[in-house]
């Protein structure tokens, strides 16, 4: 099946994520702006919103990237540079949260929620070395699963930085109180 025709299929499936992931990233700036200063007081939970917020910017990208009518030639790189990028932002999160000595999550929601997501990127970078190599449906199918599983993580963080965050807000007003 040519590339056109198979990327056609997926069109509603890709306004759809991006539309999701554009609506929830709004979402998640408003609720953590309410509390700023509980996720800027654990480095766990900067990284975690950090990670969330560039899972749902991918999201968005790739989105994008599959809507624009073109050939594959010109959205291979478009991925491959989304997923290397989305890797470099949350590399320093990744670092922070690892050493941190104040966990408000633990370590395996920590792997879990982080490893998912850069298996995620990686996702990305291998369909867009696929789309090179002439493999559209593969990459494709790809990006599919790539893109349910960022969203299901991502939903999940933020519900876990909802969560943390209440717990932190929780623990400071104990704290003012004694």
Do not use: C, K
């Not at 929601?109 to 995620?120: T, Y």
């Amino acid at each position: 099946m040519p590339y056109a025709d198979a990327v056609q299929g997926w069109h509603d499936f890709y306004i759809l994520a991006g539309t999701a992931s554009a609506t929830l990233v709004g979402l998640l700036f408003v609720g953590l702006s309410l509390h700023l200063r509980a996720v800027l007081s654990r480095s766990e939970l900067r990284g975690l919103a950090r990670v969330t917020l560039a899972n749902f910017g991918l999201i968005l990208f790739v989105s994008l990237f599959m809507v624009i009518p073109e050939g594959p030639t010109a959205v291979s790189p478009q991925l491959l540079i989304s997923g290397v990028f989305s890797l470099s932002v949350i590399a320093p999160s990744l670092v922070a949260a690892g050493r941190s000595r104040t966990r408000t999550l633990r370590l395996y929601q920590l792997v879990a929620r982080f490893g998912l997501s850069v298996l995620g990127y990686a996702g990305v970078i291998i369909a867009g070395g696929l789309l090179a190599t002439g493999s559209s449906e593969v990459a494709l199918d790809w990006l599919v699963a790539v893109t349910v599983v960022l969203l299901m993580v991502s939903l999940r963080n933020s519900w876990d930085l909802l969560v943390s965050v209440g717990a932190q807000m929780l623990d400071d007003r104990a704290a003012e109180r004694r």
